[in-house]
């Protein structure tokens, strides 16, 4: 058997770096996914689930380097626990813990690593004129 899962949103801090007693890196943050639709009243509406995701290794070293909060990225791994809580209000809430295999900036450097801002490639939409559309 073998699970899957993909996440995109913005870090909810700036990743905590640490390393195991046998000199592992591991890198823990958390990540807001958001979800905006328009209810059948008209109103905007908007749900946000946060996930705790821990990354090893070599990515651990490099995601606590270069992320920070707000930062956007693409997350692959697994869904390793999932534990109920109770929020300030009264709510019942899930953490969701991920496993990353994998975590892809999809924002441009800021402005403190590249002196002025140049987004990346894969963080730019690609400029689609009408008659490109096939459809």
């Not at 509406?45 to 995701?53: A, G, I, M, P, S």
């Not at 209000?89 to 002196?115: T, Y």
């Amino acid at each position: 058997m073998y699970q899957q899962i993909t996440l995109i949103g913005n870090l909810g801090n700036k990743p905590e770096m640490r390393y195991t007693p046998s000199g592992t890196a591991v890198a823990n943050f958390s990540l807001a996914v958001s979800r905006k639709w328009t209810g059948n009243d008209g109103q905007q509406q908007e749900k946000t689930t946060w996930f705790r995701v821990t990354v090893w290794e070599r990515r651990a070293e490099v995601v606590s380097q270069y992320l920070d909060k707000g930062r956007r990225v693409m997350v692959i791994g697994e869904v390793t626990e999932a534990r109920p809580y109770t929020d300030r209000d009264g709510n019942q809430r899930a953490s969701i813990e991920v496993h990353a295999f994998d975590v892809k900036f999809l924002d441009g450097r800021s402005q403190d690593e590249a002196g002025a801002s140049k987004p990346t490639g894969a963080a730019q939409p690609a400029e689609t004129e009408a008659a490109d559309i096939p459809f």
